[in-house]
């Protein structure tokens, strides 16, 4: 919840980074300067966007060392900052200035999101592999055990959603008489990846074996 307490504007922040926190709140007093803290493991590439409500407000953006504020909402211009000489050691915070009323609400902090969970499903002739709420923009790549030699026509999509982050699928094609092939949809981003699998046993049983890996930090 949001509220107002007199003279204190009430900001509610979520760090997507730290899930053991529960909404937690920082108050800020009108028209001075105010913290919402966010931290996380830091790394070579450094990617931060703050997210406002349910509309999914742009705050603020650093990726390629740099702010990125061309999507800024017009209502925030000049006023965020980022810490910038203690980025590096996982301090993600935003500094806002100037606080008013129409401040108050709950923000998020987005870092990089990895990979949690992929899905395979199988229609037909189609397998599908998706993967949901990822960042930075992931990739995704189809392959078989045994290697084959064979080429499987696929088509991937990948979509950015309004909190910045991204979703990826991919559907891939069985060719007919290939059996007894392991096939292996892998996604990935720079900090980690994860695979899952699917198996067509044979000819005569189409019978479809699924097994899902656990994350590997790159």
């Not at 919840?1 to 800020?28: F, G, I, K, N, R």
């Not at 909402?73 to 590096?88: A, E, G, M, P, W």
């Not at 609400?105 to 397998?127: F, M």
């Amino acid at each position: 919840w949001v509220y107002l307490l007199l003279y204190d504007l009430l900001l509610m922040w979520t760090c997507v980074l730290l899930p053991d926190v529960s909404d937690p709140e920082a108050s800020c007093v009108f028209m001075e300067r105010c913290v919402l803290p966010c931290s996380f493991q830091s790394g070579s590439d450094v990617f931060i966007h703050w997210i406002k409500g349910t509309a999914k407000i742009r705050v603020h953006s650093f990726y390629h060392n740099k702010d990125q504020l061309g999507d800024q909402d017009q209502r925030f211009r000049n006023r965020t900052s980022l810490f910038k000489d203690q980025i590096s050691v996982g301090n993600a915070s935003l500094q806002l200035t100037s606080v008013e009323v129409q401040d108050e609400g709950r923000y998020k902090c987005h870092t990089n999101a990895p990979v949690k969970e992929v899905s395979l499903d199988q229609v037909e002739n189609w397998i599908s592999c998706r993967s949901e709420g990822i960042y930075p923009e992931p990739q995704l790549s189809w392959s078989t055990s045994p290697p084959s030699n064979i080429t499987f026509t696929n088509t991937t999509t990948v979509e950015r959603t309004e909190q910045v982050l991204y979703n990826i699928s991919s559907s891939l094609m069985l060719s007919a008489g290939v059996y007894d092939l392991l096939f292996i949809c892998t996604i990935s981003t720079r900090r980690n990846r994860r695979r899952t699998t699917l198996q067509r046993l044979c000819e005569y049983f189409n019978q479809l074996r699924f097994s899902n890996f656990g994350a590997e930090q790159l």
